[in-house]
């Protein structure tokens, strides 16, 4: 079965420029997450997606920042502009959750390989 | 307080010997719990998953949870240098679509 598919792998671009990642789900999957890491602060939550709806975008740094969801197997996530300290890895996830209120799930997030991302 | 803490190493073992990783969680309706390794320049990739009370076992690896204390923990039974990583405790909690995650516990098995 396919994972979680990101691109591009690498991103290297000016500061200012508009920057979009994206992200391809498992199938299946009903909730998709976009995270940021850096050596200082971890791994941020950035939003996640249940059924194609964003659910909880507080992670989102800045109106820079935007994503979308338009159907189950694509994800975005927009900088525009982009900033030097925008610079990271770019993690999608993706997993299969009950409904809030539901049965409990061991269900785990599986994360594609990640987007490096560097604003010069 | 943080949501999920771990302590952040480095946590250096010999080769062959059991490596301990703890995390503790502030959500004390929290249900399932991961552990993820991530090596350098890697995404995180699961380990292990453990959802009830007392010890879970893949292979070299024990998962142990105890959701009176709040706590859940990693054994890595005869650690091989490959093993050196990034080990990272997850958090499902409850009424929440959300995976809370600690910041790591670099780990170094010295062969």
Redesign the interface.
Known sequence: DAGVIQSPRHEVTEMGQEVTLRCKPISGHN?L?WYRQTMMR??E?LI?F?NNVP??DSGMPEDRFSAKMPNASFSTLKIQPSEPRDSAVY?CAS?L?PP??GV???????????TRLSIL | QKEVEQNSGPLSVPEGAIASLNCTYSDRGSQSFFWYRQYSGKSPELIMSIYSNGDKEDGRFTAQLNKASQYVSLLIRDSQPSDSATYLCAVHGSGTYKYIFGTGTRLKVLA
Not at chain 1, 104 to 114: I, R, V
């Open positions: 909730s997450f971890g791994l939550l996640y249940n659910i909880d993690f997993s959750i809030v209120g409990a799930s061991d269900q785990p997030q599986h994360f594609g390989d990640g």
